[in-house]
């Protein structure tokens, strides 16, 4: 077989195609003669300008990161050459064979690169369009423009009233609507319900269509709109039952003190919201948001009973309970309690069988349901603490799954080295991302590290025509023969970078390649938060469809 330099050498016929495509790695002789990797005796001989040194993702976004030559690629040839569950049983007893497959490719050659085009519009209007103009940043000023009309309105229709303001309750009902709507956007049967109407909408629409359908998983903009909103409506309440208590109008200290106690836990909750704070400390957010959010349910009970109990004291005014009745707040109040238990209405804890991939990786399964395509879990081993998604990977037999856990963070490393065999889990299983990707009819998937499993739930349970890009370190040592069998399967000609031996690739370039090659529709990115924002940025700058995660609770 001809060597990696040779061949290299063979197919290098302009030096600035070399810089503009390989990074110069280094590595000690012996590493790169067992990786076969060709290292800086590689290009020694080959004369490169200081003006080829640019890089083809030369803004921003992508700034630092060079595409470089691919370690290991699985490659359509060789993987049709048999099936890899027969490749499998084959190299239990073949204890020289370092990688996936026998013959490998050393990547995608110079020549056959193409540049990535020139990004649209300026540097300016990129930055707008792409962090102040996002769809979820366009739902939640959808929203918010929306309440503020009519908070204008309220105000300006009673601007000559006697006494000044507009009618408390009317405000009250304002707030608990809003509230009502930001619960009801995160429920999980409503998001897997307008995951399901998406998802049915057919090819034959024009791809421009597909492409704004497929921008759903923002309805994040909805939640947090509303809970702002919902806020704005009870600062003016506590506004209009200050300026009454203080003229004497209403006597009911209570009111007031608890107003003011449940504007605080609204305020709490928007300001631990605010992605810089949730960034930080998620687990505080998450505290946060949990305790304090179901003790101001609690308090709207309390508050609401005590505006009945003083609307019936005052002469000529019915009984208590119809007092309660006849306010509309009390009906949504009850829809809110319903959404706030029926989650945990379903808490239990399941056995789980934890598979330790290596100190870095483990995979969980669990035998306790049979799961459906394209959905995550949440699981806990505290309930009341913390919870932690992973997307799901269906059995072959069906009826069981499992998780894949990566070291990620205090949660996950503590999972790997001390294996639990029972999770808590509740709710029912959640619709993610990856879900739109049926809307189209060729993608590319990107991911790296442990995002292969969403990935891996996504190809194992809807197969479609895709290409697969996952550059992670030391893929065979860290999640096992059993997941890259998976993956061959999912894409055998999928591209695998162990970045260990090559460093970190350019994963814009990367993906725009293999969008080129298979003629995709769109491309999906499943990977850190910084990454998957690059990549979606990235592409979606230059015209290609792109979505990833956007970290949003």
Known sequence: MESPVKHLEGLVTDSEEVQSHFTVQKMTTAKASDSRYPTEDTFRDIPITSSSMSSSSSDELEKGVEPILIHRQVGANEVKAFDCETYAKERRHDTTQPTIVRDQRNGVPPGHMVNLPVKRGNRIWRGLRYNLFTVYQRLFAMCLIANMIAFIFVLAQN?????????????????????????????????????????????????????????????????????????????????????????????????????????????????????????????????????????????????????????????????????????????????????????????????????????????????????????????????LKEWHAFASIPAADGQSFSLIVSDAGDWTKKQIREPAHAYWVRGIPITGVLRMAIVFKRIVMVTTGSGIGPVLSMLVSHPMPCRLLWSTPDPEKTYGENIMESVCKADPDAMIINTRATGRPDMVALAYQLYLQSNAEAVFCISNANLTRKVVCGLESRGIPAYGPIWDS
């Open 159 to 383: 601007r000559h009233s006697t006494p000044w303001g507009p009618n408390r309750n009317h405000v009250a009902a304002a707030a608990a609507a809003n509230v009502l709507a930001a619960f009801l956007i995160r429920q999980e049967y409503v998001i897997n319900s307008l995951y399901a109407i998406c998802c049915a909408t057919p090819w034959w629409l024009p791809l421009r269509f597909r492409r704004v359908v497929a921008k759903l998983y923002h309805f994040g903009g909805v939640h947090s709109s509303c809970a702002v909103s919902a806020t704005v409506w009870f600062i003016l309440f506590t506004a209009l039952i200050t300026k009454d208590f203080a003229s004497g109008d209403y006597n009911q200290p209570r009111v007031v003190a608890t107003t003011y106690v449940l504007i605080t836990l609204l305020l709490s909750i928007c300001i631990f919201a605010v992605p810089k704070f949730r960034m930080v400390s998620h687990n505080t957010f998450e505290a946060v948001h949990r305790f304090a959010g179901w003790t101001a349910v609690g308090l709207l009970w309390v508050l609401i009973l005590m505006v009945s109990q003083a609307a019936s004291d005052m002469p000529g005014a019915g009984s208590l309970g119809i007092s309660m009745v006849k306010s509309p707040v009390l009906w949504i109040l009850v829809a809110i309690t319903f959404l706030t238990i029926l989650p945990w209405l379903r808490l239990r804890k399941v056995e789980a069988f934890p598979e330790v991939l290596s100190n870095h990786a483990i995979r969980i399964h669990f035998k306790y349901m049979k799961m459906g395509p394209i959905l995550g879990l949440r699981i806990s081993d505290n309930p």
